[in-house]
């Protein structure tokens, strides 16, 4: 760090891009050193060898480091971009060259067809990756990427279901599927990160109408219309879906009232596959370019600069650094510390405050961990996840708490889904099991990469990592 430069241009690395470099792979050292042997991987030649993970007594120096690096970041004068209308601000860390600001390290892309004042041809396609087809919007393939419920319900929002007076929980019914995205309870973050239906897509005008399908009456409880698989009874009997093609609306007549709207322009269709409209009734907003021209949505033609390393991580890595030295060490001050970066970055969101619970309980068990996890970390944790989303960062968090393998245990992705209650003359949302059916796995044999089977035979001395 010493020996860069102090100040840069954009697309350039200083001395405080090599300090959010440390705060990331000090942070990644010490949660391999924290959470190793929560693995329970019986002992082989490689563990024993030492080949294989750190000793738990290294973890408290690495989050140390974590510490002192953005510290330093701190002092070089790096700040969280911030504006009056926090959802603007928040789209705008993504679109707009905040060099010294906000930015740490920026990779960037060329215009479309041209060397760009940087001379970089490079190009990429998440225009077209996250926006359906439509005029305006992606030109090719269209919509590839979903945002996931798991994700989505991070975020604060407004309330999805209540209790009915048995005391079981019924989907909460509004006047507009706009209702959800408009009210004062979601924050801004959340529109900054995701298109909901009925937004608009600044540089096309296009509105996201996502609305999946119609409920010819819904009296039943929220786990009637949710169970773990794509269709019961229940929702043979009430749901309509339709398998109406790209572009197209499929108008009907239900229970006798007549021009019922079945689906959105880019909701749910049965036919298809999973491209070019949406499959979990959201689409992802961040990085998408407000200013992009006819021709700039397709294969290989985006431009967007990618943040590769930017001040809001590096505060929430400080901030869990805090706290896991906090636990380690009983220090209470240093757990405290941490919730003040991380209430820096939701102030920036227009999220509530975060108050640290003095008694936290355990949540391990909640999400599937194979050891305790006190609740004030989780909140640490879901912080990175809604703050980087769609960043690069949430596979390998996952992975470097240990936790994947017992998350990603049979998983199905499931969506946000907008219904019409054609009797009421409502919207509901229900989180719908994602409709191909794909379900996910991980093996905790991948926290740790095979060696080639070719280098082990060149190399009789390499000892392949326990679990291959």
């Known amino acids: ?3 860069m430069a102090e100040t840069s241009v954009t697309g350039r690395a200083n001395r405080y891009s090599a300090a959010a470099l440390m705060t990331r792979a000090m942070l990644y050292a010490g949660s391999t050193a924290n959470y ?6 019986t002992a082989g030649p490689a563990i024993n060898a030492g080949l294989m993970g750190m000793r738990r007594e290294q973890a408290a120096e690495f989050y140390r480091y974590v510490v002192e690096a953005a510290h330093f970041i701190r002092e070089g004068g790096y700040r969280l971009h911030d504006g009056a209308n926090k959802e603007i601000a928040f789209t705008e860390v993504f679109t707009e060259d905040l060099n010294g600001i906000e930015d740490l390290f920026v990779k960037l892309f060329g215009p479309y067809g ?7 041809r490079l190009n990429h396609s998440w225009d077209s990756m ?3 087809l439509g005029t305006g919007l992606a030109s090719d393939v269209g919509s590839a990427l979903h945002p996931a419920w798991d994700l989505i319900k991070l975020y604060q929002m407004p309330t999805l279901a209540k209790e009915n007076e048995n005391g079981d929980l019924v989907p909460a019914r509004f006047n507009s599927l706009n209702d959800l995205w408009q009210s004062e309870e979601m924050e801004p973050r959340a529109r900054g990160t995701f298109f909901f239906s009925g937004m608009t897509e600044l540089a096309s005008g296009e509105v996201m109408d996502l609305q999946a399908g119609v409920y010819r009456r819904f009296p039943g409880t929220l786990a009637d219309a949710t169970a773990d698989a794509q269709t019961n009874d229940y929702m043979e009997q009430y749901r309509i879906r339709t398998y109406a093609g790209r572009g197209e609306i499929d108008i009907q007549t239900v229970d006798g009232v007549p021009d019922i709207k079945i689906n959105g322009l880019y909701g749910l269709s049965l036919s298809g596959g999973d491209e070019g409209r949406s499959c979990t009734g959201v689409f992802i907003r961040k990085y998408v370019n407000p200013r992009a021209v006819a021709g700039e949505r397709g294969l290989y033609r985006s ?3 990618f943040k590769v390393f930017r001040y809001a991580e590096a505060l ?9 030295l906090g636990l380690l060490t009983g220090n209470e001050s240093q757990k405290a510390e941490a919730f003040v970066y991380i209430n820096e970055v939701r102030a920036r969101a227009g999220a ?7 008694t936290p309980k355990d949540v391990g068990k909640e999400i599937g961990a194979l050891y305790p996890i006190d609740e004030n970390l989780q909140f640490i944790r879901d912080e990175r996840a809604r703050e980087l989303a769609f960043e690069n960062h949430r596979f390998f968090d996952l992975r470097r708490w240990r936790v994947l393998h017992t998350k990603m245990e049979n998983f199905y992705p499931r969506g946000l889904m907008g219904y019409y209650v054609v009797d009421e003359g409502k919207y509901i949302f229900l989180n719908d099991r994602e409709k191909e059916n794909r379900g996910l796995g991980y093996n905790r044999a991948n926290y740790h990469q095979q060696i080639p089977g070719s280098q082990i035979n060149r190399n009789p001395n390499l000892i392949r990592n326990d679990g291959h």
């Open 352 to 358: 509530r405050t975060y108050t640290m619970v003095a």
């Open 303 to 305: 431009s967007t600069p």
């Open 114 to 120: 041209n060397a760009s004042i940087y001379n970089s």
């Open 130 to 132: 996250v926006l359906p």
């Open 36 to 41: 190793f042997e929560t693995l329970n991987i």
């Open 1 to 3: 760090m010493e020996n």
């Open 316 to 324: 929430l890595n400080r901030a869990e650094a805090l706290y896991e």
